[in-house]
């Protein structure tokens, strides 16, 4: 009888631990194979490294891979929210496939916070996009300080090479309306897929417009293709590139055709060259660390995203948990205005202060003008 009683008070303490474990769920969808692997697959090395607490919650993440097939997205997101009853969703990887979501999260009333490269996703807002929460830089806030640095630089002419999708036709959009504000000329606008294995025309088009600079607007990998053409083609102008580019498979499949080339993206690229200071230094630190003890290698910040992602939540639990239990709608709309209300929160990438009409929530302080020297990342201005 004894042997009974004490046997029951342990299942009933490990079902009530196991719930305890799960007090809320957060789905996540990576791309970690098919063509944006190289963006998915650092945010899938990053969610074991995610918060599992916060406040007096526990918390649980569920990932599933969608093959970079915004399809895919949309039947693991469906999935998530019938079966697994998640509180929130971070992810997917892709431009197209987080554009493709929008409209089911909206409806489900769940706040999903995405780690992709288009402003598109948050702006223009609208009543569905409230649901969307952005942990990248909002494209403005990164071609700003390129234009201006073109302009600075004397740039007077500029091509442009851009993915047919969201992240290259938001791009577009911005960059337009910025060179014109800074008396630049676009001279040549191209668009190309992600997937293709050549851009020969397109580069073409552009060497022949004879333009000062040429911005890359590409996500990930395909970010390299139109610039290492351009210089097999012989152009020598300067060339830029969007924080799409971040990652270290830049440099190394560009190798010396990239040499020099300038963009704005997180501090994360040249974290020693940072000043100590800075708010989010430590916090990309230790994020940095903890990812190359556990995958061998240093991570992309397309998985610092995806870890923003989680501080973000962290924060936001606890204050939607006081108007709702985990696991319900009221908890979730909760969750969804409390991460509206973010305020100085640190992460890797920057400092977010979120709004009814800025879901992205960087100032200056989410990025850092840099260029390839040496085959490596450099802080621009530092020897």
């Known amino acids: 009888m004894l042997f009974k ?3 029951s008070t342990l299942l009933l303490s490990a079902a009530c ?11 996540v969808i990576t791309s970690s194979t098919g063509p944006i692997a190289l963006v998915g697959l650092p945010q899938k090395n990053s969610v074991p490294l995610l918060p599992t607490q916060a406040g007096d919650q526990s918390v649980k993440y569920i990932n599933l891979d969608d093959g970079s097939d915004p399809t895919a997205t949309v039947k693991a997101l469906k999935k998530l929210i019938s079966e697994e009853n998640v509180d929130a969703i971070i992810g ?18 769940v706040p999903l916070l995405a780690p992709v490269g288009t402003a598109a996703v948050v702006l223009p807002m609208t009543e569905e996009k409230k649901w969307v929460f952005k942990t990248t830089q909002n494209d403005d806030l990164i071609a700003k300080a390129l234009v201006e640095h073109m302009q600075a630089s004397g740039v007077k002419t500029l091509g442009f090479i851009g993915t ?16 014109a504000e ?31 600079a040429v911005l890359v607007a ?16 012989g152009y020598r102008g300067q060339m830029y590139q969007t924080h799409g580019a971040a990652l270290p498979d830049f440099l190394k499949l560009g190798g ?29 630190s230790d994020y940095i660390a903890a990812y190359e003890q556990l995958n061998g290698s240093k991570p992309a910040t397309f998985g610092a995203n995806t870890y923003d992602a989680g501080l973000l939540l962290q924060r936001a639990i606890p204050i939607a948990a006081q108007r709702g239990k985990p696991g319900t709608p009221e908890f979730r709309a909760a969750l969804r205005d409390a991460l509206e209300q ?22 200056e302080r989410g990025r850092e003008l840099i260029q390839v020297r040496n085959g490596a990342w450099t802080l621009l201005g530092s020897h």
């Open 218 to 233: 590409a996500p990930g990998s395909a970010a390299v293709l139109p610039q290492t053409t351009l210089f097999d083609q």
């Open 92 to 109: 997917p990887s892709g431009s197209p496939n987080a554009m493709g979501v929008i409209q089911f999260v909206a409806e489900a009333g």
């Open 342 to 363: 973010s305020s100085e929160v640190a992460a890797t990438q920057g400092v977010y202060n979120m709004t009814p009409e800025d879901h992205s929530g960087f100032d």
């Open 182 to 212: 800074h008396g630049i000329k676009l001279v040549a606008t191209e668009r190309f897929q992600r997937q293709d294995t050549s851009v020969t025309g397109q580069s073409l088009k552009v060497l022949s417009s004879r333009p000062d």
């Open 164 to 179: 047919a999708d969201p992240y290259g036709e938001n791009w577009s959009r911005v960059i337009a309306g910025l060179a």
């Open 256 to 284: 010396r055709k990239v040499e020099g080339t300038i963009l704005a993206a997180s501090l994360m690229l040249v974290l020693d060259e940072v000043a100590d200071d800075h708010p989010s230094k430590r916090i990309a």
């Open 5 to 7: 009683k004490a046997m």
């Open 17 to 27: 631990a196991s719930l305890a474990q799960a007090d809320v769920k957060i789905g």
